[in-house]
Structure formats: C-alpha cells, structure tokens
C-alpha cells in the first residue's frame, strides 16, 4: 500500500516562500508523472505543477514563475518550492500521481498571511 506524507507548511507572510516536501513509500516512484494539488477553503482540489518521470514541469497561470516542482527519486520525493507566496495561495496541498492514483496523503496547510 503505498502510503503519502506531505510537510513543509505554515504560516508565512506574502511575499514569503515555503518548501513543501512529499514522501511516498511502497511504490515504484521513479516510474510515475507526479503531480502537487491543492484545496482551498469551499473550493475544489486543483492541479498546481506536475513533474513526470522524464524530469518534464508545468504549472497552472496562478503559480507560474513563482513555483518550481522537483523530484529525488532516489528519496521518493517530490518537492514544491514556493515563492513570492499570495494570500490566494492559501490551502492544503497534497501530492499524488498525475493520475490520482495513490489514497490521499493529509496534506499540508499554507496560509499566507497578506
């Protein structure tokens, strides 16, 4: 069973940055397109940035030039830098394949405060 931990979130002012971190266990991470999604309060979950096995990144308009997706595969983790933070920003983030495939992790809460 392959099993999600995200961290890295807090509290942060805007204009602040946060290094989010994603550790997957039992699976074959190298071989899966690994996304970040995130849900703001009332709001549906989102796709932030993807990273796929062949090290390829995209981003929503929202974040782009402001975050960067990297992956360590021989860590199985996925990491989402996150700069010049808006209070818009503001939700629980939570890794997963491109594809959903894995049980969601609990996510980690970014506010930003504005």
């Known amino acids: 069973q392959v099993q999600l931990v995200e961290s890295g979130g807090g509290l942060v002012q805007a204009g602040g940055s946060l290094r989010l971190s994603c550790a997957a266990s039992?699976?074959?991470?190298?071989?899966?397109?690994m996304a970040w999604y995130r849900q703001a309060p009332g709001k549906q979950r989102e796709l932030v940035a993807t990273?796929?096995?062949?090290?390829?990144?995209n981003y929503v308009d929202s974040v782009k030039g402001r975050f960067a997706i990297s992956r360590d595969n021989a860590k199985n983790t996925v990491y989402l830098q996150m700069n010049s933070l808006k209070s818009e920003d503001t939700a629980i983030y939570y890794c997963?394949?491109?594809?959903?495939?894995?049980?969601w992790g609990q996510g980690t809460q970014v506010t930003v405060s504005s």
């Open positions: 990273i796929t096995n062949t090290y390829s990144t």
């Open positions: 039992g699976s074959r991470f190298r071989d899966d397109d």
């Open positions: 997963n394949t491109l594809q959903s495939t894995w049980p």
